[in-house]
């Protein structure tokens, strides 16, 4: 803590939240940095941090510059015609990686995840933590389907946008969404 | 060329060739990469590259020291009852990434592949050429439908394998041949 001697504005002490989360993320996982660890390492009050950034899910959504935070996007996908939930599935994921913008931090996460054992772990947990338990338990579905189905859309990302595989790459939103949806929607209806 | 003097021995042949081969689809890709130019570039006979490697998936299979040969495999999978193809390309996954041995390269190429340009466009076109136009041409299906397949396929090696993700990674073989094949199949049946 080399910053005493003023009082910190408000994007100070958001950036030096930020900071503290990254490296307690990567140290102890997802599920081990606690909100009240990351606020000490900040020095800040953990009020200060539900402040900023609501849940911790929401702390690491800005420490890893996601662009979307699960906690609204798991329920968007969820809420809806439950027959179309495949679908609504597909597109977010096509929505998510189409932008080259919001596709680079995605890619940041699949890098370090295949290269360090940390990186992995924490992307597993915040799976896991918002992703996974949210969509078994609204669906009533067993978590090894919501994640075999996440393995359908990640694997898409990856051969689309990062392998850019041609047949996928060149084919349109639409063709893709009738050609997945249907094995997205057959793992949600259980 | 520093190894002129004396005639080598077959392994030193083969490891000329396998080095060329390398440096060579790195730069050029694995289409660019033609057998005459590996063979050219280790100072060798087209015919003695054929002599020991057959064809340019062989010295591509044998340099980035993958575990299979998708000549050998692909046929293995596509021969035998036609509505289990999807059972037996599920097995195949977890057959080749379960062993950590035959895991590690295929680690490799995809650490590669999500680092840099050159690597994602030699798995790119080494995909394309060995396993997606040969499913899709002896199934009667569009590549596309063989790429959603294989994506389905690479997002459960990435997920059960490298994130580790607790749902799969504890997930028996059986259980996940039951709950994805079918997904597989569907692909498959076109």
């Known amino acids: 803590m080399t910053r005493a001697g003023r009082r910190p504005g408000q994007s100070q002490t958001r950036e030096h939240i930020l900071a503290a989360a990254r490296e307690l993320f990567a140290a102890r996982g997802y599920t081990g940095a606690t909100v009240r660890a990351i606020a000490a390492e900040a020095g800040v009050n953990p009020a200060m941090l539900r402040h900023f950034f609501g849940t911790k899910q929401g702390v690491f959504v800005a420490a890893m510059e996601l662009p979307f935070n699960p906690a609204v996007l ?47 772990r924490m992307m597993r947990e915040f799976m896991v933590d918002s992703v996974l338990d949210a969509v ?41 969404v009738e050609l997945i949806a249907p094995a997205v929607q057959g793992y949600l209806d259980g």
């Open 74 to 120: 798991v329920p968007e996908v969820l809420n809806g015609p439950p027959e179309q939930a495949g679908e609504r599935l597909v597109r977010l994921i096509l929505r998510l990686w189409g932008d080259p913008e919001s596709r680079a931090p995605f890619l940041t996460l699949l890098r370090s995840a295949t290269t360090n054992e940390q990186a992995s």
């Open 136 to 176: 078994a338990e609204a669906r009533g579905i067993s978590e090894t389907r919501v994640a075999a189905l996440l393995a359908q859309l990640m694997g898409l990302a990856l051969l689309r946008y990062v392998v850019e595989v041609p047949a996928l790459a060149e084919a349109s939103d639409e063709e893709l």
